[in-house]
């Protein structure tokens, strides 16, 4: 399914969502958890640097998937984790005609490798920009969230609703990992350490979001802009009723070359008051990606 004159819509009618799900939970289950704690030393290698961990778990499943939605959606395109870091133009797809999977077969791999059950496979369907359906998976801890552009987000069949923090609550926060953020970086979330705020590490940022849909987690606050990572949780906390935006104060943009630290929060009001605390440190990072999670 190519060309400019293909709609959003026709997309998503053209894609049995149950059956991508089911795809998901295959690959979890033929290349992931038989891995989960059991990887082997010479099956855990550096990308990056020490913090930046690929695992076969990661490779396989990305393979799987890549070939089990492409053959869901004939015509589609898959921008991977993995893929990209073997190929960065791989990414030009984003900005592309036909439909994209965006895939990330192991988000929280540094979780994954230490038998943490903390990470998840996340996956989203885009066209021409525009976010139309996300998976995220956590497979250990038996969660499957589904989002569906104007359809709602659901977890195990339940409907999800961020909801507005009560008045006078401290605001949770998962921000950029330390590990993972420059010195300029460091500065701008440096604004969330004040009364009323209580931010931490960020673990998988699947999960992270997932929390803010669910109502669980009040908002994050990332520095980097790695499609894999954002694309399936931005769509959830969206249809759930929550808010996103960079810290110009637009959408984010899953083909890049956003304003940066940005956030997604439980509702409006607070992803707002959130730019306003890293806005308070710092000016803006566009097109400075930053380093970027597993």
């Known amino acids: 399914m190519t060309g400019s004159a293909v709609t959003a819509e026709a997309v998503l009618a053209a894609v049995d969502l149950d059956a991508v799900e089911k795809a998901v939970r ?3 289950a033929a290349e992931i958890l038989p891995r989960f704690r059991q990887l082997a030393a010479h099956e855990v290698v550096e990308k990056n640097g020490p913090h930046d961990l690929v695992t076969i778990a990661d490779q396989r499943a990305e393979e799987h998937l890549t070939t089990a939605l492409t053959a869901l959606l004939p015509g589609s395109a898959v921008v991977g984790e993995e893929a990209v870091h073997a190929d960065p133009a791989v990414l030009g797809a984003l900005r592309g005609d036909a439909p994209v999977w965006i895939v990330d077969p192991v988000d929280g791999t540094r979780q994954f490798v230490h038998g943490d059950p903390g990470f998840a496979t996340l996956v989203a369907l885009a066209h021409r920009g ?3 359906a996300s998976w995220t998976y956590a497979p250990a801890l038996e969660e499957m969230a589904v989002a569906v552009r104007g359809g709602g987000a659901r977890l195990n069949g339940r409907r999800l609703r961020a909801g507005a923090p009560h008045e006078g ?3 949770e926060v998962a921000m950029s990992h330390h590990d993972f953020t420059t ?3 460091k500065r701008a979330l440096s604004g969330l350490v004040c009364e009323g705020v209580a931010p931490r590490p960020c673990g998988s940022a699947g999960l992270e979001y997932l929390a803010v849909a669910r109502g669980t987690l009040e908002a994050t606050a990332f520095t980097w802009e790695n499609a894999w990572d954002h694309a399936a949780g931005l769509l959830l906390v969206q249809e759930a009723g929550g808010a996103s935006m960079t810290l110009s104060g637009a959408p984010f943009r899953i083909s890049g070359g956003n304003t940066l630290p940005f956030t997604a929060a439980r509702d409006e009001a607070t ?5 306003d605390l890293l806005a308070g440190d710092t000016g803006s990072m566009a097109g400075d990606t930053g380093s970027a999670a597993d």
Do not use: D, N, S, T
């Open 169 to 171: 609550k401290i605001l």
């Open 183 to 185: 010195v300029a970086e």
């Open 130 to 132: 525009e976010l139309l």
């Open 26 to 28: 295959e690959a979890a």
């Open 271 to 275: 992803a707002r008051r959130i730019l």
